[in-house]
Structure formats: C-alpha cells, structure tokens
C-alpha cells in the first residue's frame, strides 16, 4: 500500500457544463441522445462534435433541420501559458452560429468564453467552463433546461444590430415605427 506522502498527486479536471434547450423538445425529443445523467470524459486530443450524424458526432441531436455536424469543440492550451480554453468552430454550411453576440459562419472559430450562449436555428445552450488542471482529458456534464435560458437569463435575444449600432432590444421604444409629426409640434 502506498503511504499518503508517495501517492500521486490528484489534478484537477476542466469540465464544460452545457445547460441545452430547444421549444420543442417535449414533444420531438431532440435531445434524446444526449447523456444528462454524468459527466463524461473525453481525450484531450478529441474533437468534441455535436450535429445530426451519429457516426461522426459525439454529442447527437435528432433534428432534420441540424446539420450532420453543427459544430466542434476543440481543447486546447494557449501558448506559453498552463491555460486550457476551448475553441468552438462553426461546420454547417447552412446555418449560423452565434457565441454570444458574435456571429460564426461556415468554419469561422473563436475561442469559447468562461461562459456563454451558443444559438443556431432555435436551439439555446449555455456553456459554462469549470477549469481545471489536467491535460490528458476533459469532461462534459450536459443538462437540460426547462425554459428558454434566453429569457431566464434576462439577456437581450440575439437581433440583428441596426446599421446605427444600437440595439432596439436595450431600448424597447426604437422597436417601433417612426411616426412623422410637423417640426413645429412638440413630442
């Protein structure tokens, strides 16, 4: 038996938690492939892919409307540095993906914030980092959300940005039409 003085030191494991949800999962079941129960692990050099195609992603959602690969995940530590982040790579042609506020065609990549919202077609996942220290593997816990995290979250939903920059969104009153009055009436 080895004394508690010989025994290896115990790494930590960085864990993604992805919360998912999409409108119509009670009644499509679109996340039905997915494990909510455990963590799983996977090898550092894996790609971590989620789509459509059983036989090539990971992570499977069972919609016609994802793509065979919808997007990847890659592990990875920064250069000169013992910081493990993750890289999130768009691979549908089709559809967009957004990180947050950012928009992610066809093979376009960013490394993933600590936490996030990754959306694309209805689908709403909330990615959340928990870092840690080992670099043979990663784990991902999956969890499912009952209503939008959007709205839960109280976060603006994902519009378009006006040519002006401002986002009718964090002001409500620009949603509206113009209405034209005479320069000589007063508002």
Do not use: W
């Not at 016609?64 to 691979?91: D, G």
């Not at 994902?158 to 007063?186: R, W």
């Amino acid at each position: 038996m080895i004394s508690f003085e010989e025994a290896e030191t115990e790494e930590t494991v960085t864990c993604l938690h992805m919360t998912f949800y999409h409108p119509c999962q009670e009644d499509k079941m679109v996340f039905r492939c997915l494990n909510f129960r455990k963590r799983e692990q996977v090898k550092a050099d894996e790609m971590a892919k989620f789509g459509r195609d059983s036989n090539v992603c990971r992570y499977n959602l069972m919609d016609t409307r994802v793509s065979r690969i919808q997007f990847s995940l890659q592990f990875y530590r920064k250069l000169n540095s013992s910081e493990l982040c993750f890289e999130i790579k768009n691979m549908s042609k089709k559809t967009k993906l957004f990180v947050d506020q950012t928009e992610l065609g066809y093979l376009n990549k960013i490394d993933l914030p600590s936490k996030c919202i990754i959306c694309f077609g209805e689908y709403q996942i909330l990615a959340e980092v928990q870092e840690g220290e080992s670099m043979d593997y990663f784990e991902t816990h999956l969890h499912l959300a009952e209503v939008p995290i959007l709205q839960e979250r109280c976060l603006p939903s994902l519009q378009p940005v006006p040519e002006n920059g401002i986002s009718s969104a964090l002001f409500p009153s620009m949603g509206k039409s113009p209405i034209e009055i005479d320069e000589n009436e007063s508002c």
